[in-house]
């Protein structure tokens, strides 16, 4: 089985671009993030086309997650226990969302950026994550066997090699190490990164700002991951970033993320 996922900035304007993705890499399930827009604003019938079911949420044209699978949806969760809310009043956002695809579930999620390292809004993301742990943590206690993937946007970037300069983020979000420790807790809550084996060294990123030519120049960050637990990381045979999805007329700001899975 192969899975993917990918942070599409407004799946409306790229709808096209995923479909097409999908078709070339004959994907199965894909985790997309950033959707921007409500439920009743998705287009479903290209995947439906194509053979897909959709699970989407979406409150308005911000975040956004869906699974799209043509090997079942199942047990579809919004959220996860604990999830914390932001705004005033204090309300879920739409940044969470799974569905059990042939046996494993799929979790799509698009991690609060943070902002600022004095920002309001990194309180909310360090918090988000610690609550993303937990759950993710007593899914395994649960049953030790589970098969999880927890993929998508997690605006951290853990190492200094996965951004293109450590020196330009010091004093920015991402990097600094309340949010690199909250991503090693979920690791240390018995998940792997099973990407970055297939994917190795500086200079291998997931996003590049629109801004500033940072995609020609290669300044670029790596902060779209798959995470797996113990019993799905065995099934890894292999793993890429599909940076060629990065180029062109109409290209998001992310590439794909895609992994395969043994039977």
């Not at 959709?54 to 949806?73: D, K, M, T």
């Not at 330009?168 to 690199?180: F, G």
């Amino acid at each position: 089985m192969r899975i993917a996922t990918w942070n599409v900035n407004s799946i409306r304007a790229r709808v096209d671009r995923v479909t097409a993705f999908l078709e070339r890499h004959d994907v199965d399930v894909l985790a997309i993030q950033e959707t921007k827009c409500r439920d009743d604003q998705f287009p479903h019938l290209p995947f439906e086309a194509l053979g897909y079911e959709v699970a989407h949420v979406g409150h308005n044209q911000w975040n956004g997650v869906a699974v799209v699978s043509r090997v079942g949806l199942e047990d579809v969760q919004v959220g996860f226990a604990g999830m914390p809310g932001w705004g005033e009043p204090v309300a879920a956002e739409a940044r969470a969302l799974s569905a059990v695809c042939r046996g494993v579930r799929i979790v799509s999620l698009y991690v609060p950026n943070g902002r600022g390292l004095d920002d309001p809004h990194m309180v909310y993301k360090l918090d988000w994550l610690a609550r993303l742990r937990d759950a993710a943590h007593g899914w395994l206690e649960e049953d030790p066997q589970a098969q999880v993937a927890l993929m998508g946007d997690w605006n951290i970037a853990p190492q200094d090699e996965d951004v293109w300069s450590m020196e330009y983020y010091l004093d920015k979000s991402h990097v600094s190490p309340p949010e690199r420790a909250a991503f090693q807790a979920v690791l240390d809550a018995g998940y792997t990164d099973v990407v970055r084996p297939h994917t190795p060294g500086p200079g291998t990123y997931t996003y590049w700002d629109y801004t500033q030519l940072r995609f020609p120049k290669r300044q670029g960050m790596r902060i779209d991951f798959a995470l797996a637990t113990p019993a799905l990381a065995e099934r890894v045979e292999h793993a890429e970033i599909d940076r060629e999805e990065r180029k062109g007329k109409g290209a998001s700001d992310h590439a794909p993320v895609i992994v395969d899975l043994r039977a």
